[in-house]
């Protein structure tokens, strides 16, 4: 298992900043070699996106190309919204930094 921690310029929205945590943190578990792995978010908006459940608004588009085009080469076994509650371990990672 692993973890990372990284800064965000500001300026994006709270959901470019969700759809970019789930991108890096798919990208990560690639290159730890810890696929197939399952992805949760508490970003529901940006999960029910890369679930085909939805239209990408124009912000997000460049980041939800990227994240589509990743998962087409990695096994993901599922990604879903979870509460905040659930990933509180990532939460205290992100207000650490």
Known sequence: MGAEVF???TGF????AKALAILH???FARDMGLVPTK??????GVVN???GKGIPFFNIWIFFSDIKD???SVPIV???F???KVIMVAHSLAKWL
Request: aromatic share 0%; net charge negative; proline share 4%.
């Open 7 to 9: 800064r965000l310029q």
């Open 13 to 16: 929205t709270p959901q470019v």
């Open 25 to 27: 943190g798919i990208e």
């Open 39 to 44: 992805v949760e978010s508490d970003a529901l």
């Open 49 to 51: 996106l890369i679930q």
């Open 70 to 72: 990743l998962l087409s």
């Open 78 to 80: 599922s990604i879903s």
């Open 82 to 84: 979870v509460t905040r």
